[in-house]
């Protein structure tokens, strides 16, 4: 790894490896400032935004300069700023507001990066977040032009609430947000290293999941933001802090909030309700489940972090690592949460689209092998099918009520399998209290040893497991 793109804790060995003191100089957009950000020792990384001069009115020229929204000049050029960073051992943020000041930006840029040996952190909102607006940074356009720094860091983020905007306290990130940004990783092949800017007023309890699973399987890290105005209470940040090793994670906050947040940066637990701790809680046996793609040509995926899989399509597959049996009088019990997002390519789903549990089968022939299908729909089904040696098959459904987010209980016994789903999106009422069916198992033992396999039925959805726990009593 060159210099210029090794994390922030590796290249400033002052941090002691914690990200959390790494320094930040924010909006270096002028002469003044930059020249007061130099001159701080103190200051590690120098954060700055970028616009050509005059945009969108009708004296815009292709000129990269250093400026902030609604501003739409500056007293100094990228060029000049460069020239003058170019001289300091400080790490650079370049936060770019529009697609001309990147196309511009980096032809200045890409000739000079071997000249650079500190870290480059190259930023856009690339994508829409909670409440945001449609980004001004193409994405196409911009990582293209990041593919041609390989020594850079990529710093990719959504659209928030416009600055001044008093943010909803019920806004957050979400699974959908995660798993946009990381199609969009795979699509371009970026293989730079990546943090994620994410505003720390929407960083709630639940969005701690999705970050961690992004993190997981992109090695990446987050660099939580804060606006002046936004107001975040203290208990996020310290969730955050908790959650993650302290090296992944970069507090870029406005002083009275740095203020607050640091005596508890140590012991982050201190400032926690051991409840709030609690619901943070995910675990994945990684000892217990492995998880494949069966057919390269297939636009089937497999995602599998250290506390969650996300998976879509027939042939992206999560199986259990060892076969089981079930011992007279014994039986399997298996648990999990599921949650169903829309891939970004489709609007609607039609209704029998969901996760499959497969007990008794095998990978080769899915649909037509022996065995238990176990199904959780996205329109609240729950259906267990089985066919048994002599290929009778029988199958039991309810339909409850619509969710997105079910956890589900199967336990399979000598000749039973029973399945139950509980609706979590509104309400923790069961549905159905238990559905059901009976199929022979009497069979030889190569047949009954088996693994359990899983899979979306569709390329449209993705499923989001989670908590999921395998027990064999």
Known sequence: MSRSN????????????????????????????????????????????????????????????????????????????????????KGIKLDFKSTEAAVTAFEILKPQISTLHVPVLLNADILEGPDGLEPTVNTETFLGLCNTIPESTLSLGWTTSPKGKVVSPELAYNWQNVINICEVIQRFKLKQPMTYPVRAILMKASTLAPFKWLCDITCGTLTVWSADSDGVPLTQLLLVRNKFPKSHVYFDLPEPVEKEFDPFKDDPTSGLEGNTLGSCTKVLHEADWKGFVDDAGDDS?????????????????????????????????????????????????????????????????????????????????????????????????????????????????????????????????????????????????????????????????????????????
């Not at 994390?7 to 790494?22: C, K, N, W």
């Not at 005059?54 to 300069?65: A, F, H, R, S």
């Not at 039991?396 to 029973?418: C, E, L, Q, W």
């Open 6 to 89: 090794a994390t922030l804790v590796e290249h400033f060995a002052q941090a002691d490896g914690d990200g959390s003191r790494i320094t930040w100089a924010h909006a270096v957009n002028s002469r003044q400032k930059l020249e007061e950000a130099l001159n701080d020792s103190s200051v590690m990384m120098l954060e700055a935004d970028l616009l050509v001069r005059g945009q969108g009115t009708p004296k815009e020229e292709p000129v990269p300069i250093m400026a902030h929204p609604p501003d739409v000049d500056s007293d100094i050029t990228f060029e000049e700023w460069l020239a003058l960073v170019k001289m300091s051992q």
């Open 301 to 473: 995926r497999i995602y599998l972090g250290t506390e969650t899989v996300v998976l879509s399509g027939h042939h992206a597959i999560l199986m259990s690592r060892n076969p089981m049996n079930i011992s007279d009088g014994g039986e399997i019990n298996i648990s999990g949460q599921v949650q169903f997002v829309n891939s970004p390519k489709v609007c609607d789903l039609k209704t029998n689209k969901g996760l499959e549990i497969y007990l008794h089968a095998t990978i080769a022939d899915l649909e037509h092998s022996s065995g238990v299908r176990c199904f959780i729909g996205v329109d609240g089904t729950a259906s267990i099918r089985s066919s048994g040696s002599d290929e009778k098959e029988t199958e039991k459904t309810a339909t409850g009520p619509k969710s997105r987010i079910y956890a589900f209980h199967i336990t399979h016994t000598d000749d039973t399998v029973s399945l139950k789903i509980t609706e979590q999106e509104s309400s923790d009422r069961e549905i159905p209290v238990c559905i059901s069916t009976e199929f022979n198992c009497k069979r030889p033992a190569s047949v009954c040893a088996h693994c359990v396999i899983m899979r979306m039925n569709t390329a449209n959805l993705f499923g989001v497991i989670q908590d999921l726990n395998l027990l064999v009593q």
